[in-house]
């Protein structure tokens, strides 16, 4: 991933971001660089599972509504 870092002065880039008034003669370091697309959770999910077969997160929970709810009271 490509990430740059430049140095402006605050009062340089005002018109563009907000930016507070104590900070307008100061150097400001600016970075740079893509978001990362979180993609669909349950798509990222089952691609683990199947990546993954010989892991069985919940095979110690003999009851699931029983771990819901203590999972939920947890919170």
């Known amino acids: 991933m ?4 430049i140095i402006k002065k605050g009062r340089s880039i005002q018109h563009c971001l907000n930016i ?3 900070f307008f003669d100061e150097d400001l370091e600016i970075t740079i660089k893509p978001i990362r697309k979180q993609g669909n959770l349950r798509k990222r999910i ?3 599972f199947q990546k ?3 892991v069985n997160p919940f095979q110690s929970v003999s009851d699931p509504v029983k771990w819901q709810k203590e ?3 947890e919170w």
């Open 2 to 5: 490509e990430m740059y870092t």
């Open 20 to 22: 507070p008034a104590e």
């Open 46 to 48: 089952e691609h683990l």
């Open 52 to 54: 993954m077969p010989m």
């Open 71 to 73: 999972q939920r009271n």
